[in-house]
T-cell receptor, first 111, second 112 residues
Framework: DVKVTQSSRYLVKRTGEKVFLECVQDMDHENMFWYRQDPGLGLRLIYFSYDVKMKEKGDIPEGYSVSREKKERFSLILESASTNQTSMYLC??????????FGDGTRLSIL | AQSVTQLGSHVSVSEGALVLLRCNYSSSVPPYLFWYVQYPNQGLQLLLK??????LVKGINGFEAEFKKSETSFHLTKPSAHMSDAAEYFCAVSGGNTPLVFGKGTRLSVIA
């Protein structure tokens, strides 16, 4: 089974802080994704990556950046956290056109 | 471009009753369709998928879905609901090797 590990289940940060959310996968998948999930809005794509050092903007990239220095690791960065970035963040991986596999999520609160 | 509409943000059924969760999609290319389930404080788990071939797809936990191209639908069904089916369900579409686009989700409640 594919294992997607997100570094924290719960995280509390302050407004203006730089926040790093880490995601690691063990299946050598090329594709990795970051979504945020909010009640009533479903999952919205923030950024994705098709390979090392490659990144593509999703539907809501503003206020976020990403880093993929190694194939197994995809980091989401909040440059200057704001309260409207309080959300559940979900990382996913995918091989070619197969289904996406998800981590358990990080519930991030910005105070 | 792809999009998904899930009809009903909340569905409530009695234990043992039929479960029907509705999903309509829009896609400019032949779609790949998925249903995922999310239990509280967990990530998403794949229930079933349609890529090509047979239009009636069987998944885990007794769920199935039928791809109807003429209706652009991919509704999820289960003949008899269990208490353990209570969760949030997401329909998703992609155009192959493109990121999945998700619907807003349907919360299923099962009443004893």
């Amino acid at each position: 089974d594919v294992k997607v590990t997100q570094s924290s289940r719960y995280l509390v940060k302050r407004t203006g802080e730089k926040v790093f959310l880490e995601c690691v996968q063990d299946m050598d998948h090329e594709n990795m994704f970051w979504y945020r999930q909010d009640p009533g809005l479903g999952l919205r794509l923030i950024y994705f990556s098709y390979d090392v050092k490659m990144k593509e903007k999703g539907d809501i990239p503003e206020g976020y950046s990403v880093s993929r220095e190694k194939k197994e690791r995809f980091s989401l960065i909040l440059e200057s956290a704001s309260t409207n970035q309080t959300s559940m963040y979900l990382c996913a991986t995918r091989y070619s056109n197969q289904p996406q596999h998800f981590g358990d999520g990080t519930r991030l609160s910005i105070l | 471009a792809q999009s998904v509409t899930q009809l009903g943000s909340h569905v409530s059924v009695s234990e043992g009753a039929l479960v029907l969760l509705r999903c309509n999609y829009s896609s400019s290319v032949p779609p790949y369709l998925f249903w995922y389930v999310q239990y509280p404080n967990q990530g998403l788990q794949l229930l079933l998928k349609y890529t090509t071939g047979a239009t009636l797809v069987k998944g885990i936990n007794g769920f199935e879905a039928e791809f109807k191209k003429s209706e652009t639908s991919f509704h999820l069904t289960k003949p008899s609901a269990h208490m353990s089916d209570a969760a949030e369900y997401f329909c998703a579409v992609s155009g192959g090797n493109t990121p999945l686009v998700f619907g807003k989700g349907t919360r299923l409640s099962v009443i004893a």
